[in-house]
């Protein structure tokens, strides 16, 4: 009552947000250098008490490099191939998840619930353990190696986010686009694909480079169950360099270094997205 | 029986609906004959939304006949979608597609559902761009467009459906006072052109005008109906006095 009118009229939830400071800390190829060079200063005590003898650390890592990269190659085409199949079987699965028909939606909430509260690793020891090693389909033969069945195992995990995300970017539209559609007599099908899907991919797109990333990491753990994917080779070339601990640190830094130069341009490109798409509706 | 344009176009009958144990429709009846134009006032939550989302099957009702052009829409065999190309419907918040221009939005329906020639549908939404004076905006997207420029081409779009009904559900409530008369237009041009109408509306002056009988609901009844000038002037029932009290 005694405030005032213009006082009235700056009442905080009227107020425009405060502008957040700034991302001033942004990772640049320097910054890349000075990890690397940590990591060097870091071994230089197993260096130093290294035989001169001996080839220097760096000499064996420059041997090594070739297959190393043959590797990491590796864990980039079983993410990629997890990523597509997961994607298709989330799509599928996230649809399912508003199916009108109860049955459909329970079974494609269930599995999705399933999926994704299970440890990625128990996964993957069931897609090793329980697919045969190749599968007869009338006379032919097709072998399973096992990286496809990783590539398997580790989709099953994608497929249940995928599932959430495209159930959640559906959900995150308002109602009235669905009422709209239909009060021009669009079937379902129609609404879905046409209205509803097309404005939800920009939303979902974010997560999904988020989960990515996230599944690229994760590839190792495919060492475990014996595919010849980077950490697998790292290992077997420490072992074939008869053990040296001055070893270590290097070897693990490089591979550390291979995920870190290509997940982190994806996060940042992530970032950049979801900052674009935010503004929007 | 085949339906003809000297029985109403929309006949609701002792129409009840509820939202759980909430019943916002407590047995509304209510005629409207081909080119009528009918408004429907009332305080909020007094279900005159409801009611005329009930008409184009967004809500369905548990008792009672809604009849559209002779057909039932209360059957649980309706064919929605055939009965949605004949009622149009606009709503408060425009619902225009973001991610299509005003020319796209108004020609995806007649494209999608019935299957029209594209030259022809892009002829008929020129014309329609035209009708709600929004030429030059044609490859504007949504987001581009005022709140009241949005509303037109959400008029036009349903209108290229070629509808015998149109339902207005508050369509003014969200503009800005200066781009309510923009709509208000578009919509009494409409009516004058012989187009069947529903409004929910709060406009009074509005409906005075364009209405050729007025509905006043509240607590999911109608307390009273009459002519414009016969409500406005002349009302009997106290909650109606009241209101218009307070809103005139």
Known sequence: MTMKQSEKNILPVMMPPRARPADKFRLKAWHGVVLAFIAVVASIPAFAAADPTRASMFEVLARWVPLLLKGFVFNVIISMSAMAFGTMAGAALGLGQISLNPWVRK????????????????????????LPFEIKIGGMTIPLPDWLKAMFGLSLPVMANVSEIVRGGIASLPSGQWEAAESLAF???QVLWRIILPQCVKRMLPPWMNLYS??????????????????????????AEGGRSDLLIPFYSFVLLLFFIYCYPIARWTVRLEKKFAVIN | MAWTDDQPMVSIKDVHKSFGALEVLKGVSMDVMKGEVVCIIGPSGSGKSTLIRCVNALNDIQKGSILVEGQEVNDPDLDKLELRKKVGMVFQQYNLFPHKTALENIM??????????KVEVEKLARQLIKKVRLEGKENNYPGELSGGQQQRVAIARSLAMNPDVMLFDEVTAALDPETVNEVLTAIKELAQDGMTCMLVTHEMAFAREVADHI???DRGVIVEHGSPDTFFDNATDPRTIEFLGQIL
């Not at chain 1, 079974?107 to 329980?130: D, G, H, K, Y």
């Not at chain 1, 994760?218 to 070339?237: F, K, R």
């Open chain 2, 108 to 117: 995806m329906a007649p494209l999608l559902v019935l299957k029209d020639d």
């Open chain 1, 187 to 189: 079937s379902r099908t």
């Open chain 1, 107 to 130: 079974s494609a909430w269930f599995t999705t619930q399933f999926f994704r509260n299970a440890p990625w690793l128990v996964l993957l020891f069931f897609a090793m353990f329980l």
């Open chain 1, 214 to 239: 996230i599944l690229t990491m994760a590839t190792v753990l495919a060492s475990i169950v014996g595919v010849s994917e980077v950490m697998t080779l790292t290992g077997q070339a420490l072992a």
């Open chain 2, 215 to 217: 509905y006043f609901t």
